[in-house]
């Protein structure tokens, strides 16, 4: 079994909460919406722990992007690193591609990950996936 556990993205402040400051967070967490937006301005969004980690140990978020390294093989060597962004969708956690989705505990299983970093704190990423 999965740990379960948010960290959360302070939008009005762009400022990101761990699981430890979300805990402590003075507001009553059994307001979350479906959209995981506790406040109606969606001020504060959740995001869900993935359960897995990159090559450092670092635990991967809903939302992270992750530079694959080597992911398409090639026959006169190694291939290309792709940077995928972590999503949850039909119950499951998936890495977006360009153009390809494929299960995250997949991806972590058969390839180095690390986080490069994440939508709300560096939106400019998702220019390159």
Known sequence: MREI???????DERYMLSWRELKNYQNDISTIKKDYSIFDDGALNLIQYTGLKDKNGKEIYEGDALRVECFIDRDDGPGD????LVNFENGSFEADFEGCTEFLCCITDSYETEIIGNKFENPEMLENI
């Not at 690193?81 to 995928?84: C, G, N, Q, R, T």
């Open 81 to 84: 690193d792709a940077i995928a």
């Open 5 to 11: 556990k948010f960290r959360a993205w302070k939008g």
